[in-house]
């Protein structure tokens, strides 16, 4: 299984690299030219690395290239350095949500998440990765999708960023504030994906959470599950009532 | 992962405990798994893929997830590693119990 911080940094990648596809040819900004070097040298990277995993022939190959999985975070200094130089050019908000969704610390994502408040809710750049911003498990993060909620007419990105409000509040536990936006997405979610490719809709995807929050929780009671084993017999979960029951969702696919 | 859950379900033989497993893996590797003996416990299988009804109904983005469900079937503890410690103290309560049962 792939560590969970190679996937929030290829997650973070593939964001930005949405938003230098969508980049047309009028003329760049300093900033935003140094953004796209330093994207460059990054995407080279990328590259080279998946270049590598393709030519893999054994399983701890693999594994050990896993670890060696290009480091966004290292190009963090030279983007903030870019983003405060002038807070307010379009490029640095592509450096802030860079930096933003690849820093593991409050600290490392305090100057992104200001500068983003205080001059890019318009922006593309946020827009293209409002509904992916709960990936950073961030509270600090709340307090921009909450301007952003507030301070945007389109209705579509309003509902993405209630719905990464949504996942950060679950994920800290506040279960009924995070159940009452669940149920907007629910109503406002059906066309609108968090990736392009997702299998979901946001809505599905918020009904699911609905449940988890009032069904799932610790201190509940654990709904019964009715299936079968691979065999096709008859199994239930309430088949070991009045046991200790570890229940394992596991595969291997 | 699967030799640490086939060591606890031998340590647990003769404890009121149950591995129940939902797996979401195809029907020939399930059943590979099970004729290898690698899966000795009781298992859901959820249709074939990470998308069965089971896991999406429960909602599991990331796998393994774990719970542990008490002796009354409350959920006690989820996460992505079984907590040695919680599984140790539900069963302990669990003895406790069987033992005020006794008296």
Same mark, same amino acid.
């Given at each position: ?28 900004? =300093? ?6 070097q330093i994207e460059a040298a990054m995407t080279a990277e990328n590259k080279a690395w998946r270049k590598k995993l393709d030519s893999c022939k054994s399983k701890a190959e693999k594994e050990k290239l896993y670890k060696a999985y290009p480091d966004a975070a290292k190009y963090h200094p030279q983007l903030t350095a870019l983003m405060k130089s002038n807070p307010k050019d379009p ?94 997405? =629910? ?6 994906? =968090? ?7 946001? &809505? ?7 449940? =988890? ?41 | ?90 069963? &302990? ?11």
């Open positions: 299984m792939r560590p969970r911080r190679i996937i929030a940094l290829s997650i973070a990648f593939a964001a930005s690299s949405v938003l230098a596809s969508a980049q047309t040819a009028q003329s760049l900004t =300093e900033i935003e030219s140094k953004y796209n490029g640095s908000a592509k450096a802030a949500i860079w930096v933003l969704t690849g820093s593991e610390t409050p600290e490392q994502a305090h100057d992104s998440i200001e500068i983003l408040k205080k001059y890019h809710i318009n922006s593309k750049a946020l827009d293209d990765s409002i509904a992916i911003l709960w990936f950073t498990r961030k509270p600090e993060v709340k307090g921009l999708l909450n301007d952003y909620i507030l301070k945007r007419k389109d209705s579509a990105q309003v509902t993405k960023a209630k719905y990464s409000l949504a996942r950060i509040l679950m994920q800290e536990k506040s279960t009924d504030e995070a159940i009452k936006l669940f149920q907007a997405v =629910e109503q406002e979610g059906k066309n609108l994906y =968090e990736f392009k490719n997702s299998s979901r809709t946001l &809505a599905e995807t918020a009904t699911a959470y609905i449940y =988890e929050a009032k069904f799932l929780q610790i201190g509940k009671k654990a709904p019964d599950i009715v299936g079968t084993d691979v065999n096709g017999k008859k199994l239930k979960l309430s088949d070991f009532a009045g046991k200790v029951i570890m229940l394992d969702f596991f595969g291997f696919w | 992962m699967l030799p640490h859950e086939r060591s606890l379900v031998n340590k647990m033989k003769n404890k009121p405990f149950a591995l129940v497993g939902v797996n979401s893996d195809p029907e020939d590797k399930l059943k590979s798994l099970i004729k290898k003996k690698e899966v000795t416990w009781p298992c859901f299988f959820d249709g074939g893929d990470p998308s069965g009804p089971i896991a999406t109904k429960w909602n599991i983005n990331g796998w393994p997830t774990i719970y542990l469900i008490d002796r009354k079937g409350i959920i006690r503890f989820k996460d992505h590693y079984l907590d040695d410690k919680v599984l140790n103290s539900l069963l &302990a309560e669990q003895t406790e119990h069987a033992k005020r049962l006794k008296n």
